[in-house]
Nanobody, 120 residues
């Protein structure tokens, strides 16, 4: 079992910045793939950014060049730095990681979510 605790959401004006944090329980954080997802009202949850244990990253097209995902393995924490925020970035943001079994089953773990609201 992995517990994920997010923080850092809030209300910000368009063009502003926020940094989200997610701290994970467990001793193998350094090898985990960690991700940030978001879900806006009436929309499906979507991947925002992901980082591997080696630090390789990938981003959704709408956030490329504005958001940066990073990790601090000593603190079991992953961050999402969000700059030049837009009203369309408004959503609940969720931290994610997963385990996979030898049979190929995937077990997702989610944080409780943190609200990000960007006013125009």
């Amino acid at each position: 079992q992995v517990q994920l605790v997010e923080s850092g959401g809030g209300l910000v004006q368009a063009g502003g910045s926020l940094r989200l944090s997610c701290t994970a329980s467990g001793s193998i954080f350094r090898v985990r793939v960690m991700g940030w997802y978001r879900q806006a009202p009436g929309k499906q949850r979507e991947l925002v950014a992901r980082i591997t244990g080696l630090g390789n990253t990938n981003y959704a097209d709408p956030v490329k060049g504005r958001f940066t995902i990073s990790r601090d393995n000593a603190k079991n924490t992953v961050y999402l730095q969000m700059n030049r925020l837009k009203p369309e970035d408004t959503a609940v943001y969720y931290c994610n990681t997963y385990d996979s079994s030898r049979a190929g089953e995937v077990f997702d773990y989610w944080g409780q979510g943190t609200q990000v609201t960007v006013s125009s």
